[in-house]
């Protein structure tokens, strides 16, 4: 009797566990190696939530790959026996009408995503919360909401651990893609029929010729509030607020199912070392964030400041993702920037798909880019799951 395949997967963050899922399912005997513990806080994964929304500018591409998104995790709720999203809507404000705004705007209606405008004074009536201060445009999307990251991390991992999957605790120090092969810092090694390399932020360093400078490392900073008692209830019911400006503007994810509420920007520092460098945000790091914030929310003064501490992306210039070969045994994950945990199970399954069917392989990496609808087949898994 045959023997099942096997898959070595470097990393325990969404993407590696996502690949992991999706390589499990097909039937593949799969080991993941990861050098901390799972889930990680120093990973890129891991803070209390990610958002999920349809407004992608005008990336038309990863505006489409949504619905299959949303799919995935309603597949993935069921192998969970539990739902680990909390939907929000999208409240999305800018100082003009052009730009990103403008153009999620276009590419959402193009496709019959209903959006619905909002003046300045109707986003201040509406949500109390927010200020109008030089607000020149704003739409709210009813879809959208938050994946609660570390819950699914954790629970991700229970499942694949649970379905036999071995995740080992062990440093990689270098990868072999002719032969599917890590070499491990003890001087071990781990070998199998295909390897997937899902390494997150330090990734550029481990795969230098691959990766190196087309994606980069970039320390992004983020502050965790508590909103004062007049607006806790307001907060309760608000959407993820994407407020855009020219130089990148900031996000708010609202405190849903116990968690703070966390606010970030949007611009790439592109500096900084995954492994080396601590997760704690300076004050002044802080401050640069709450700085964008302060016009926006009302009250901003009440608020009280419960942390502030800094993540890495792995940045693609483009934002786009790589899923590429690097040998025919060997794929590589990366340059999921800061929007990648919302396609991670999709990704997983996509990928599965793909692992043994060369035409698929090579449809992969371009719709991972953003840049090609899904080849037939590409998200076979999801058939008959509604979106
Ligand atoms: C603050 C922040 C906010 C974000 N917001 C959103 C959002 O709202 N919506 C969204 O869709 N996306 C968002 N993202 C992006 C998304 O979270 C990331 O794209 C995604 O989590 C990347 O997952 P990963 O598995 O590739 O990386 P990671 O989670 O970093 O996992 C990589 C793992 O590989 C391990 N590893 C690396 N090298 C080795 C080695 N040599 N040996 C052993 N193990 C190794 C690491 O320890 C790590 O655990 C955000 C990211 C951050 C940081």
Redesign the pocket.
């Known amino acids: 009797m045959a023997s099942a395949p096997t898959a070595l997967i ?8 996502s690949a992991a899922w999706g390589l499990a399912r097909r039937g593949y005997a799969v080991r993941i ?4 513990a ?1 889930p ?1 806080p ?6 209390h ?4 929304r349809h407004a992608y500018g005008a990336q038309a591409g990863y505006m489409r790959m949504v619905d299959p998104a949303y799919a995935a995790w309603d597949m993935l709720w069921r192998d969970l026996g539990e739902v680990l999203h909390i939907p929000t809507g999208v409240l999305a404000v800018s100082g003009t009408a052009q730009g990103w705004l403008g153009d999620s705007r276009a590419t959402l209606a193009a496709d019959g995503h209903a959006v619905t405008d909002l003046t300045a004074q109707q986003v201040a009536s509406r949500f109390p919360i927010f200020t109008e201060a030089g607000i020149g445009a704003a739409f709210h999307m009813a879809t959208g909401g938050v ?1 609660l ?1 570390e819950r699914i ?1 954790a629970g991700l991992a229970r499942l694949l651990a649970a379905h036999g999957v071995v995740i080992e605790r ?4 270098d990868v072999d893609p002719a032969r599917a092969t ?1 070499r491990l810092a003890d001087g071990g090694e781990r070998s199998a029929d295909l390897l997937v390399v ?6 550029p360093r ?1 795969l230098p010729a691959a990766l190196a400078p087309r994606v980069v490392a970039s320390r ?1 900073v ?1 502050v965790l509030l508590e909103p004062p008692p007049q607006h806790r209830e307001a907060w309760a019911r608000a959407p993820m607020l994407l407020d855009l400006a020219e130089d990148g503007g900031f ?1 708010a ?1 609202p405190p849903v199912a116990g968690t703070p509420l966390k606010i ?1 920007d949007h611009r790439f520092s592109r500096t900084g070392d ?2 080396a460098d601590s997760r704690d945000a300076t004050a002044a790091e802080a401050e640069e964030i709450l700085a964008f914030a302060r016009p926006r929310l009302r009250d901003m003064a009440g608020y009280r400041i419960l942390g502030a501490r800094a ?4 940045v693609e210039d483009g934002e786009r993702f790589v899923i590429e070969p690097l040998s025919p045994r060997c794929l590589v ?2 340059g ?9 199970p999709v990704l997983g399954l996509a990928l599965a798909a793909a692992s043994s069917d060369a035409a698929l392989l090579g449809a992969l990496t371009p719709w991972a880019a953003g840049q090609a609808a899904p080849a037939p087949g590409l998200l076979a898994a999801l058939e008959g799951i509604p979106a």
């Open positions: 470097l990393g325990a963050g969404i993407m590696g566990l190696v990861e050098q901390d799972v990680n120093r990973g890129a994964s891991v803070d939530h990610r958002l999920i994946l990251a991390v062990a440093r990689a120090v890590l899902g390494a997150g932020p330090w990734a481990l992004q983020l996000y994810v970030g995954a492994e993540c890495y992306y792995d994950m990366s999921f920037t800061g929007h990648g945990f919302k396609f991670a």
